[in-house]
């Protein structure tokens, strides 16, 4: 009796294989991508994704309500329909923002992140303005001196060298406000209590403080040292008196300080 011989089994090549299961992926990630973009159309369709919220950060000067109507968000529309860079050129036109980002936050909101643009003293001249850090020339909130910052004065006060909206074209004021922001960093307790810094007839920056008012002279180079002079003298003063206890000191002198006491 004849054994049947069993057929041997074809062996399919390792690059069909491949083929196949690389054509599966393909397929399932064009099914997958199908599905996504019917979704998200169908979201669409269905106002899932319209937009109902602005989250606003970083804003401490500006209100949220007057970032938010700088931004003229158009609400009820798809997130995926408005310009991101039309919302920013429009904030970032405000003088008091320095810039911002703008971004989606799906479903329903967006984010508007503020970086403003920090008043370090005003400038006295026929109508008030602002600068800040930079020299950059910003107009008055409100018509109010809202802010705790020193007032220049004594500097020229051609209109044109204030260019709203622009940086400051006066270099004597331009290296005041460098010299206020170093006050700022190195020494905080006196620039919240600077009423006034102006320069004299001799061009030299004399600083006058809110309260008595005392009067600091300063010479016309070496302005930080001078700055690291005062603070020492101020420490050594603590607990006993005070620069207020003076009514005028004066750095003029190298590596020493004249003051005259309040009679």
């Known amino acids: 009796m004849r054994r049947k011989k069993k057929k041997?089994?074809?062996?399919?090549?390792?690059?069909?294989?491949?083929?196949?299961?690389?054509?599966?992926?393909?397929?399932?990630?064009?099914?997958?991508a199908g599905v996504?973009?019917?979704?998200?159309?169908?979201?669409?369709?269905?106002?899932?994704?319209?937009?109902?919220?602005?989250?606003?950060?970083?804003?401490s000067i500006l209100g949220r309500d007057e970032v938010t109507a700088l931004?003229?968000?158009?609400?009820?529309?798809?997130?995926?329909?408005?310009?991101?860079?039309?919302?920013?050129?429009?904030?970032?036109?405000?003088?008091?923002?320095?810039?911002?980002?703008?971004?989606r936050r799906f479903p329903k909101s967006i984010t508007v992140d503020v970086v403003e643009r920090q008043p370090v003293a005003y400038?006295?001249?026929?109508?008030?303005?602002?600068v800040d850090e930079d020299g950059f020339v910003m107009p008055l909130r409100h018509g109010d001196m809202e802010f705790n910052v020193p007032t220049l004065t004594g500097f020229n006060n051609a209109g044109e060298l204030y260019p709203v909206g622009e940086k400051?074209?006066?270099?004597?004021?331009?290296?005041?406000?460098?010299?206020?922001?170093?006050?700022?960093?190195?020494?905080?307790?006196?620039?919240?209590?600077?009423?006034?810094?102006?320069?004299?007839?001799?061009?030299?920056?004399?600083m006058v403080l809110a309260e008595q008012p005392t009067r600091i002279h300063f010479g016309p180079s070496d302005m930080l040292g001078q700055l690291g002079l005062l603070k020492e003298f101020n420490a050594?003063?603590?607990?006993?008196?005070?620069?207020?206890?003076?009514?005028?000191v004066d750095l003029r002198y190298k590596n020493q300080i004249v003051v005259r006491e309040r009679t």
């Open 236 to 248: 050594t003063l603590s607990g006993v008196k005070s620069l207020h206890s003076y009514s005028y």
């Open 123 to 130: 400038i006295n001249l026929p109508s008030f303005l602002v």
């Open 36 to 59: 996504t973009n019917y979704s998200i159309a169908w979201s669409e369709a269905a106002g899932s994704f319209d937009l109902t919220a602005t989250v606003v950060r970083g804003n």
């Open 168 to 206: 400051c074209l006066s270099q004597k004021t331009l290296e005041a406000i460098e010299y206020l922001t170093s006050v700022k960093g190195q020494f905080p307790e006196l620039f919240a209590d600077i009423s006034e810094l102006t320069v004299d007839k001799s061009d030299e920056y004399v």
């Open 71 to 103: 931004a003229k968000v158009p609400f009820a529309q798809s997130l995926n329909e408005i310009s991101l860079d039309e919302i920013q050129r429009r904030i970032e036109a405000h003088p008091y923002v320095k810039g911002a980002r703008v971004s």
């Open 8 to 32: 041997a089994k074809r062996k399919i090549p390792n690059w069909v294989q491949l083929t196949g299961i690389w054509a599966a992926g393909v397929l399932s990630i064009l099914a997958l």
